[in-house]
């Protein structure tokens, strides 16, 4: 048995501590609040800030855990190398985790020292520079913060009107306290993946999970699908340019590598180091192993001999309409029984508008039609309705 330090205990984190108690091991979930989901499911719990690095430290010392697993952005991250340095492992790596909670390291080593191919970008401190950054851009462009998750902040500008009003959505959905934003030029892209790819140690090879297509709104993943429809050539280029990037942070774990692919080629997006959103399909059983299941074993250097695609799948997310801090739902049983369907409640303990609070999973055989297989989950995602007690 292993102690794991879970910092983040959203609905990613509780499928991962899941994973991690199928095969013995200790979890210490760690969250702002109490009862965040991983913490029901986790052996104890910490309720702090994760940007207060002194919180941080005396949490690492009070549990002196073997591994510290982060699984959101707002963590205090510099100090995770002073934890490499104690003899802690950090997942996947302390240069992995701190690269990629912040969108301008990571865009810097993919694009400048990688040579990957990139939306043009500029950074911005300021409503002015931003202003700067679009004129030499153009528009339409991509405005996000360097910090954030699920599409916070995140907005499109087409007109010069909508550059003071991104920059305050940006600065408002932002998390942590560095205030700037990257303005990323608009990639006319046919479609978009998250290629899941697993890192391991002992020398063992680099392996990549069927890709897995996304639509989004409001910057926030609403369906997602595997296998997408990739051609051989593009998905041997965007293996290629995962393996170049996860070598370059290091570490063993599962990495979410998103993709836009476009007539003129793949484009490097971003880059999760952990399990990602749109992988909760892989929840439908789609792989021989999912991905929480995936992470886990690369980090505990379990050897990973291939990942197999099982049958089609897709996920739709269950998002709440309004707030409150007493929730309940309608419809489950509808769904429950619908054939070739699953779902899971994250049993978040408030709501708010568009907040995620649970997902439906639909799938089917391999040779099946994977549109249909999107159609149904979003159909029955609708019926599934968030309420007040």
């Known amino acids: ?161 909508d550059i003071q009003k991104a920059w305050n959505y940006a600065v408002e959905g932002s998390r942590g306290d560095i205030i700037e934003v990257i303005a990323e030029a608009f990639v006319s892209f046919n479609s978009e993946i998250t290629l899941l790819t697993v890192t391991q140690n002992n020398q063992l090879p680099t392996l990549f999970c069927p890709p897995i297509g996304h639509r989004q709104e409001r910057g926030d993943y609403q369906e997602s699908w595997q296998p997408a429809h990739v051609s051989s050539e593009q998905l041997a280029t965007a293996c290629e340019m995962a393996k170049k990037v996860t070598e370059a942070l290091g570490g063993a774990g599962i990495f979410g590598v998103e993709f836009f692919l476009a007539d003129d080629g793949v484009y490097f997006s971003e880059l999760s180091p952990r399990p990602h959103d749109t992988g909760m399909v892989t929840l439908a059983n789609t792989q021989n192993f999912n991905e929480f299941e995936l992470h886990l074993r690369a980090i505990l250097s379990l050897p990973i001999d291939e990942i197999t695609l099982e049958r089609n799948g897709a996920s739709a997310v269950i998002l709440a309409q309004k707030e409150s801090n007493k929730v309940s739902y309608n419809g489950i049983e509808e769904v429950a029984g619908k054939s070739k369907t699953d779902l899971r409640i994250f049993s978040k303990p408030t709501s708010r508008p568009y907040r995620r609070m649970g997902v439906v999973l639909t799938y089917d055989a391999v040779n099946s039609s994977i549109e249909d297989i999107v159609v149904r989950a979003k159909e029955l995602a609708g019926k599934i309705e968030v309420n007040d007690f």
């Open 1 to 161: 048995m292993k102690k794991i330090l879970l910092l983040g205990s959203g609905e990613l984190g509780k499928e991962f501590v899941i994973a991690a108690q199928r095969l013995g091991q200790y979890v210490v979930a760690v969250d702002s609040y109490e009862n965040a989901p991983a913490m029901q499911v986790a052996q104890s719990f910490e309720v702090i800030n994760m940007l207060d690095g002194e919180a941080l430290d005396a949490i690492v010392e009070k549990h002196q855990p073997d591994f510290i697993v982060p699984e959101i952005e707002a963590i205090r991250t510099e100090r995770f190398y002073t934890y490499e340095k104690q003899g802690i492992t950090v997942v996947p790596s302390a240069k992995a985790a701190n690269y990629t909670m912040n969108r301008k390291a990571i865009r810097d080593l993919a694009a400048k020292e990688l040579g990957l191919k990139t939306a043009d970008y500029r950074y911005a401190t300021s409503a002015e520079e931003l202003q700067r950054a679009v004129q030499e851009i153009g528009m339409p462009c991509v405005v996000k913060p360097l910090m954030s998750s699920s599409g916070k902040g995140q907005s499109v500008i087409k007109e010069t009107a």
